[in-house]
C-alpha cells in the first residue's frame, strides 16, 4: 500500500472516530449547561486528559520540534515557557476561577461590575485570542496534508484547510463541550501514545545515548556547539536578547489568560477535582514537553534541515512528520510510510480536537456574554442562547479559514505565542485584579482588556512578523517600525497598567461588599453554579 493510501485511510479513521463520538454526545446534550460546560460532569483525570488535549497543539507537535531542529537550544525555550506557564495557571486561577465563573471568563469579570461594557471587552478579547490560536491549528493542517497526500497545488492546501474549518463548525454545532471534551480526551491519548514511539525509536538510532544525540545534531546542522548553547536565534543581539524575554513573558503568563483553557475549569463538579485536572495536566504535559527533546534534536540530526530542505520551508513544521518516516525505514520504505502516516494522523486529530475548543470557546462567549447578557439582559431562554453559539461557531469558523490561507508559511509555535501575548496582555491581568484587587471595577476592567489587546495588536502589526522580513506576512512591503516579533515585554505590563489607572480614575463605587463575596466564593465553592450578578 502506498505512503498516500495508508496516510488517508488513518486520517479517514480519525475523523469517523471523531464524528462518532461526537453524534453520541450530540444526544447527552439538552441545555445550555451541557453545551457550554459539559454538564460539569467530568472527574478531575478525565478533565486533567480533556486540558492536554487542548493544550498539546498542532503548536507544540508541529511547531516546536520544527523549532528545535532548527534553531537548537533556542527553539527548546518554547517548550520550557508553554511548561513553566502551567505553575501560573495553578497557583492563581484554576480552583479560583472555577468557584468563581458559570461558563465564561466574563461571568467572572462581570460578577461586581456593570454587565454590558465587561462582558463587551472579554468576548472581544476572548474572540481575538481564539482567532489567532486557530490561525495556528489550520497552518499546521494545511502543511501536514499538503506533506502526506503529495499535494502542491495552491488550490488544493486552500481546500484542506477549508475542510478542517468545516470539521471544527461541525463539532461544535453538533457535539457542544461534551463531544468536544472526549475528543480532547481520544487525542490526548493519541499524541501521547505516538510521541512516545517516535522518542524511543529516535533514542535507539542513538544507542539510547542523549549525549550522542545532541552531537549528531550538532554535526548534522553544520552549526557545531553553537546549536546546543544559547544564542543561536535570540542572543545575536540586543533586539533578539529582549524579543527572548518578551517571548518568555508572553509564554508563562501567557497560559492563565487563554480563554479555552479557562473555560475547562467550569466542566469539574468540584474545586479539588479542578486542582486534580491542573495536576493531570502537569504531568503528561510535562512528560510531552520533554520528548520534545526527542523529536526536536532526532529530526536535526537525522533530517536535512538546510535552507532549501523541507523542514525549513515548512517552517519547521514537518520536522516530525518527516523525523517519523525516517525512524521507520525511510522514504519509501513500508515502515517509514507507517509511521509517517500513522504520526500525521495524531497531528491531525490534534488539529481538529483543539480548533473545536477554540471554536467552542469563541461561540460560547458570543452567544452568553454579548447575545444573552449584553442584547437580550438576561432574558433569553437557553434554547434560543444555544442557537445563537451555533450560528456564531459557523461565522467564527469562516473568518479563521479566510485568515489562515495567507498565513500558511509562518511557524505555527511562533503564531500561538502570539495568540499567548494577547491572552497575558488583555485577559490575565483583568483576571487577577478581579480576584485580588479589592478597588478594580467597571473601568479598570475594560481599559485592562481593551488597553492590552490593542497595544498588543498594534506592535503586532508593526512587527517584522508582518512586514519587513522575509518571513513576514506580506513580503515585499515594509511598514514595521517596531523591532520585536513577540510583544509581550510592552504589552503585558501595558495591560496591568490599564486596568490600575482606569481603576483609580473611576468615580464609580467601589463594590466592597460584592467583592466579598466573590472571595468568599473563589475560595469555598459556595453558589459556584449560580448566575447570580451584581
Known amino acids: 500500500m502506498s505512503s498516500q493510501a495508508l496516510t488517508t485511510i488513518l486520517f479517514l479513521a480519525v475523523v469517523a472516530l471523531t464524528v462518532a463520538i461526537t453524534f453520541w454526545a450530540s444526544r447527552q446534550t439538552s441545555g445550555a449547561t451541557d453545551f457550554y460546560a459539559g454538564g460539569r460532569s467530568f472527574s478531575g483525570v478525565q478533565?486533567?486528559?480533556?486540558?492536554?488535549?487542548?493544550?498539546?497543539?498542532?503548536?507544540?507537535?508541529?511547531?516546536?520540534?520544527?523549532?528545535?531542529?532548527?534553531?537548537?537550544?533556542?527553539?527548546?525555550?518554547?517548550?520550557?515557557?508553554?511548561?513553566?506557564?502551567?505553575?501560573?495557571?495553578?497557583?492563581?486561577?484554576?480552583?479560583?476561577?472555577?468557584?468563581?465563573?458559570?461558563?465564561?471568563?466574563?461571568?467572572?469579570?462581570?460578577?461586581?461590575?456593570?454587565?454590558?461594557?465587561?462582558?463587551?471587552?472579554?468576548?472581544?478579547?476572548?474572540?481575538?485570542?481564539?482567532?489567532?490560536?486557530?490561525?495556528?491549528?489550520?497552518?499546521?493542517?494545511?502543511?501536514?496534508?499538503?506533506?502526506?497526500?503529495?499535494?502542491?497545488?495552491?488550490?488544493?492546501?486552500?481546500?484542506?484547510?477549508?475542510?478542517?474549518?468545516?470539521?471544527?463548525?461541525?463539532?461544535?454545532?453538533?457535539?457542544?463541550?461534551?463531544?468536544?471534551?472526549?475528543?480532547?480526551?481520544?487525542?490526548?491519548?493519541?499524541?501521547?501514545?505516538?510521541?512516545?514511539?517516535?522518542?524511543?525509536?529516535?533514542?535507539?538510532?542513538?544507542?539510547?545515548?542523549?549525549?550522542?544525540?545532541?552531537?549528531?545534531?550538532?554535526?548534522?546542522?553544520?552549526?557545531?556547539?553553537?546549536?546546543?548553547?544559547?544564542?543561536?536565534?535570540?542572543?545575536?543581539?540586543?533586539?533578539?536578547?529582549?524579543?527572548?524575554?518578551?517571548?518568555?513573558?508572553?509564554?508563562?503568563?501567557?497560559?492563565?489568560?487563554?480563554?479555552?483553557?479557562?473555560?475547562?475549569?467550569?466542566?469539574?463538579?468540584?474545586?479539588?477535582?479542578?486542582?486534580?485536572?491542573?495536576?493531570?495536566?502537569?504531568?503528561?504535559?510535562?512528560?510531552?514537553?520533554?520528548?520534545?527533546?526527542?523529536?526536536?534534536?532526532?529530526?536535526?540530526?537525522?533530517?536535512?534541515?538546510?535552507?532549501?530542505?523541507?523542514?525549513?520551508?515548512?517552517?519547521?513544521?514537518?520536522?516530525?512528520?518527516?523525523?517519523?518516516?525516517?525512524?521507520?525505514?525511510?522514504?519509501?520504505?513500508?515502515?517509514?510510510?507507517v509511521l509517517i502516516a500513522l504520526i500525521s494522523a495524531v497531528a491531525f486529530a490534534t488539529i481538529l480536537a483543539v480548533v473545536a475548543g477554540l471554536t467552542l470557546t469563541s461561540a460560547s462567549s458570543v452567544a452568553h456574554d454579548i447575545y444573552a447578557n449584553v442584547i437580550k439582559k438576561g432574558t433569553a431562554t437557553e434554547k434560543q442562547e444555544v442557537k445563537v453559539a451555533r450560528i456564531a461557531a459557523f461565522v467564527i469558523g469562516g473568518i479563521a479559514i479566510a485568515l489562515a490561507i495567507p498565513a500558511q508559511k509562518l511557524n505555527i509555535a511562533f503564531l500561538v505565542a502570539l495568540a499567548f501575548a494577547v491572552a497575558a496582555s488583555a485577559n490575565l491581568p483583568s483576571v487577577i485584579y478581579n480576584l485580588f484587587y479589592k478597588r478594580f471595577n467597571t473601568r479598570g476592567a475594560t481599559w485592562s482588556i481593551y488597553g492590552g489587546l490593542i497595544t498588543c495588536l498594534v506592535l503586532v502589526a508593526s512587527s517584522p512578523v508582518v512586514s519587513g522580513s522575509e518571513t513576514a506576512l506580506f513580503t515585499g512591503q515594509d511598514w514595521s517600525w517596531f523591532p520585536l516579533a513577540n510583544p509581550g515585554i510592552i504589552s503585558i505590563p501595558a495591560g496591568f497598567f490599564f486596568g490600575w489607572l482606569g481603576s483609580v480614575t473611576s468615580n464609580e463605587p467601589t463594590a466592597v461588599a460584592a467583592y466579598e463575596e466573590l472571595e468568599v466564593r473563589a475560595l469555598t465553592g459556595a453558589g459556584a453554579e449560580t448566575a447570580v450578578v451584581h
Not at 468557584?99 to 471587552?121: E, F, H, I, W
Not at 522518542?199 to 554535526?219: K, P
Open 47 to 337: 478533565n486533567g486528559l480533556a486540558i492536554s488535549g487542548d493544550y498539546m497543539s498542532a503548536a507544540s507537535f508541529l511547531g516546536i520540534s520544527g523549532a528545535i531542529a532548527l534553531n537548537g537550544y533556542d527553539g527548546f525555550l518554547y517548550s520550557i515557557g508553554f511548561l513553566v506557564a502551567w505553575l501560573v495557571a495553578l497557583l492563581l486561577v484554576a480552583e479560583l476561577l472555577r468557584n468563581s465563573g458559570r461558563y465564561t471568563m466574563a461571568d467572572q469579570l462581570a460578577y461586581r461590575m456593570k454587565q454590558t461594557p465587561v462582558r463587551t471587552a472579554a468576548a472581544t478579547s476572548t474572540v481575538v485570542v481564539s482567532i489567532f490560536y486557530l490561525l495556528a491549528q489550520m497552518v499546521g493542517a494545511g502543511a501536514l496534508v499538503a506533506l502526506l497526500l503529495g499535494v502542491e497545488s495552491e488550490a488544493l492546501q486552500n481546500l484542506t484547510i477549508a475542510g478542517v474549518g468545516v470539521l471544527m463548525i461541525f463539532y461544535v454545532v453538533v457535539g457542544g463541550m461534551k463531544g468536544t471534551t472526549w475528543v480532547q480526551i481520544v487525542k490526548a491519548v493519541l499524541l501521547m501514545t505516538g510521541t512516545i514511539l517516535i522518542t524511543i525509536l529516535v533514542l535507539a538510532e542513538f544507542n539510547f545515548n542523549l549525549s550522542e544525540l545532541l552531537g549528531a545534531a550538532a554535526d548534522n546542522t553544520g552549526k557545531g556547539q553553537a546549536f546546543l548553547e544559547p544564542g543561536l536565534k535570540y542572543g545575536v543581539d540586543l533586539t533578539t536578547k529582549i524579543d527572548f524575554i518578551s517571548l518568555s513573558l508572553a509564554l508563562v503568563l501567557g497560559t492563565a489568560g487563554l480563554p479555552h483553557i479557562l473555560i475547562r475549569f467550569y466542566t469539574v463538579p468540584t474545586a479539588r477535582d479542578a486542582r486534580t485536572s491542573v495536576m493531570w495536566a502537569i504531568t503528561l504535559i510535562g512528560a510531552f514537553y520533554l520528548m520534545t527533546l526527542a523529536l526536536g534534536f532526532g529530526a536535526a540530526a537525522l533530517l536535512d534541515t538546510g535552507p532549501e530542505s523541507a523542514v525549513a520551508t515548512s517552517g519547521g513544521n514537518l520536522a516530525s512528520p518527516l523525523l517519523a518516516e525516517a525512524v521507520g525505514g525511510g522514504e519509501g520504505t513500508t515502515g517509514g510510510a
